[in-house]
């Protein structure tokens, strides 16, 4: 069965300062990445995902993330954080039919 | 409605006690997923729904939780006996297959088990 483990369970950042969120898998053959964040008071929403091709990924607001298989990782990067990006990031791989998540990073941004 | 919805957002009971959580996936959505979240972990799956089968119900932690899907929309998790240890987030997911890659969560229902 897939694993996937998140290496932060906290990450404190300044504003406009880069970030970088850990997500590593367990080895497979083939695998679907996924990262997904948790605004507060709010249901978990997608980020971004990688299925096939490029193995960089970027979402709508400027967070991307590149599959490394050798290292098999997926780590969740954005140059300048914003205070609106205060929130809990959770990497998940995909297992057979249903999605395996980790325990989650929460990212607090300081003005 | 635009979204999945879970009713209800909070529920609280005491120990022994019988529960049901309902979810109303997004329209047209064949699959339908239910996880739990306890404080400060990620979302555990439970069980699985294709259509009105479940398929997949490994993630079930024994035989006091129950799921049914029977007209292959509105779901209900239920939960006999309750435990403290039940206490968590429970968050339903919908998609329109396993194979398209984004599960689309309601905003989970609270249950404290007292």
């Known amino acids: 069965a897939q694993s996937v483990t998140q290496l932060d369970s906290q990450v404190p950042v300044f504003e406009e300062a880069p970030v970088e969120l850990r997500c590593n898998y367990s080895s497979s053959v083939s695998v679907y990445l996924f990262w997904y964040v948790q605004y507060p008071n709010q249901g978990l929403q997608l980020l971004l995902k990688y299925l096939s091709g490029s193995t960089l990924v970027e979402s709508i607001n400027g967070f991307e993330a590149e599959f490394n298989k050798s290292q098999t990782s997926f780590h969740l990067r954005k140059p300048s954080v914003h205070i609106s990006d205060t929130a809990e990031y959770f990497c998940a791989v995909s297992d057979t039919d249903k999605l395996i998540f980790g325990t989650g990073t929460r990212l607090q941004v300081f003005p | 409605g635009a979204g999945v919805s879970q009713t209800p957002s909070n529920k609280v009971t005491e120990k022994g006690k019988y529960v049901e959580l309902r979810c109303d996936p997004i329209s047209g959505h064949t699959a339908l997923y239910w996880y739990r979240q306890s404080l400060g972990q990620g979302p555990e799956f439970l069980i699985y729904?294709?259509?009105?089968?479940?398929?997949?119900d490994s993630g079930l932690p024994n035989d006091r939780f129950f799921a049914v899907r029977p007209e292959g929309s509105v779901s209900t998790l239920k939960i006999q006996r309750t435990e403290r240890g039940d206490s968590a987030v429970y968050l339903c997911a919908s998609s329109s297959g396993p194979e398209a890659g984004e599960l689309f969560f309601g905003e989970g229902s609270r249950l404290t088990v007292l």
């Open positions: 729904f294709q259509g009105t089968g479940a398929a997949d």
